[in-house]
């Protein structure tokens, strides 16, 4: 063990005692049994979906306890950083409202009196927190280079020991006090390794939120807890830094993923050797796929329904992906009206124990229905939302035509047991909507475009002349489909597909391909919304200069 003065040597004279950060850090003022929760994401890549499910997690638990949500970037592993991560992660939390009560809101800026929220920047407060571990031989540096530690660990592989840093495969922990003084001298790099009382075998219990009683391994190894002197700021692993900020920041609840689950008695040892009472964990089960009659982990790598820009850019309605991410936390919620599950609190003892499924066609579903009960002015804003990132051409001609976009929402919409429900994404407007639209519409110009469904292109071109030159707008539905009607009737087709089977080859078609004549010449597409209630929202004047088009 090192002497005071050797190890204080190693640190800033200036460092601050561990009591001053107790003192400046000081336990939060939060209601008797309320959760002090965080999210902790790390800058080296884009957000997760399963980031979102876990930040919504913890903050749900913290606000409906009268508890605190703080964010924390963790950025420690700088090698792996992403340039400007961190503003990705608040445009996330922003456009999904999960923006926490403190930390980097403005992905520049910390709110919050227990900053700062990036544990780059919180360096100092590591340091005292290991010279204390160090002063009291719990803590020792570690001169061992990537070949010798890699030579342990295949002499333990041969041996078919546990690999790790531990008992007599440790060599600098009792390593000779004159000889570590020596190399310290000499500015040989080093790492600081935590002394674990740990054996191999042992086994541990502790209780998660979720999951109940769980017995694991032990942790048997002297891990890293400050990485290499070779490097300024001397920045601490992971383990390490967050034991040291969820006791400072006063967190009570760690909501993570169970990926973690296996480092808990690390980070027990951890918290009773700095004499810090332990937080609460509660370790949520991985997203998952389906693959094939196989599930799996919903993939960053693999799965563009993974990252939340997937979400952002298709323009899924926030409001109803949180519901269905809710539904998944706690299945009954899956039941309740939207509205009223984004207002019930999530219960831990609701959530399911194995990785919930993301099906994208049943958010899709969840997302129609949602849209589908929007007014549309609602709807609109919506659209115009996301088309101001996506799509600035779409924001101009909505701006000129509201009056136009708001009757084509509203078509088969407004007054019907059924509403339309072709819309699940914002992205997807122009498709379900832009027919509507003059700017966005392409005029069917071709009499023998493959729409018409193989129609003699002369008989397409007359029954457009014929029924533009007496086309009448005025009517009710069925006063109006009769010209429709009739138009066929003058030009021979039967009347209904039962007098057509019965002589095929006296006819050129149906009624119905008629019909698909006209609808193809005034939206474009084989099906659409009710035709007559479309020509009610594009006017006669469009809707026989459209059907004057074809050649």
Not at 37 to 52: D, E, K, L, M
Not at 126 to 140: C, D, I, K, N, Q
Not at 180 to 188: F, H, K, Q, S
Request: proline fraction near 6%; hydrophobic fraction near 40%; aromatic fraction near 10%.
């Amino acid at each position: 063990m090192l002497d005071r003065a050797t190890v204080d040597s190693l640190f800033p004279a200036d460092l601050p005692e561990t009591e001053e950060w107790e003192q400046r850090y000081p336990p939060r003022d939060v209601p008797e049994g309320a959760f002090v929760t965080r999210f902790g994401p790390s800058p080296t890549g884009f957000v997760h979906i399963g980031g979102i499910y876990t930040a919504m997690v913890s903050r749900d638990l913290a606000h409906s306890t009268g508890g605190t949500y703080f964010l924390r970037i963790e950025d420690t592993d700088q090698a792996r950083e992403v340039a400007g991560a961190d503003v990705q992660f608040a445009r996330a939390f922003d456009a999904f409202g999960l923006r926490p009560d403190e930390g980097p809101l403005s992905g520049h800026e910390d709110e919050g009196t227990y900053g700062p929220y990036r544990q780059s920047q919180r360096s100092a407060i590591y340091l005292s927190f290991v010279r204390e571990l160090m002063r009291r031989g719990l803590a020792y540096p570690d001169f061992a280079t990537k070949e010798e530690l890699a030579e342990i660990s295949d002499a333990q592989k041969k041996l078919k020991l546990p690999t790790g840093y531990y008992g007599r495969w440790a060599p600098w922990r009792d390593a000779d006090e004159a000889e570590v003084t020596r190399r310290l001298e000499a500015g040989d790099p080093y790492v600081v390794r935590f002394r674990s009382e740990g054996k191999v075998g042992e086994r541990v219990a502790f209780t998660d939120r979720l999951r109940g009683r769980v017995e694991a391994e032990d942790n048997h190894n002297d891990v890293v807890v400050l990485k290499t002197s070779a490097t300024e700021p001397r920045l601490p692993t992971y383990h390490f830094a967050h034991v040291v900020d969820d006791h400072l920041m006063r967190t009570s609840l760690v909501v993570r993923g169970d990926e973690w689950l296996s480092s808990v008695p690390t980070h027990l040892q951890l918290f009773t050797a700095l004499g810090f009472p332990q937080v609460e964990y509660a370790h949520l089960a991985p997203l998952m796929k389906q693959e094939g009659s196989s599930r799996r982990k919903l993939s960053k790598r693999k799965d563009d329904e993974a990252s939340v820009d997937f979400y952002l850019q298709a323009g899924y309605p926030t409001d109803a992906v949180l519901y269905y991410l809710r539904g998944l936390a706690n299945s009954p919620l899956a039941e309740v009206p939207l509205a009223e599950a984004l207002a019930t609190p999530l219960q831990l003892d609701r959530f399911q124990a194995a990785g919930p499924l993301v099906d994208m066609v049943k958010l899709a579903d969840i997302c129609a229905d949602h849209i589908a009960t929007l007014p549309a002015g609602d709807v609109l804003a919506g659209v115009r939302g996301w088309a101001q990132e996506y799509d600035s051409a779409l924001v101009e001609v909505l701006e000129e035509n509201e009056k136009l976009a708001l009757a084509a929402v509203d078509v088969e919409r407004v007054g019907v047991d059924n509403p339309r429900k072709d819309l699940s994404c914002w992205s997807g407007f122009r498709d379900a909507y832009g027919f509507f639209f003059p700017q966005l519409f392409t005029d069917v110009t071709d009499p023998a475009d493959e729409r018409f469904n193989g129609l003699d292109a002369g008989l397409v071109a007359r029954l457009a002349e014929d029924l533009a030159a007496r086309y009448v707008h005025e009517g009710d539905q069925p006063t109006w489909f009769q010209q429709i009607r009739d138009l066929a009737e003058r030009h021979g087709f039967a009347p209904n597909p039962k007098t057509y089977k019965k002589d095929p080859d006296a006819y050129p078609g149906m009624l119905r391909d008629a019909a698909n004549v006209v609808r193809v010449l005034v939206t474009g597409a084989q099906r659409s919304p009710d035709l007559y209630e479309v020509t009610r929202v594009l006017g006669a004047d469009e809707v026989v200069r459209r059907i004057r088009a074809v050649a």
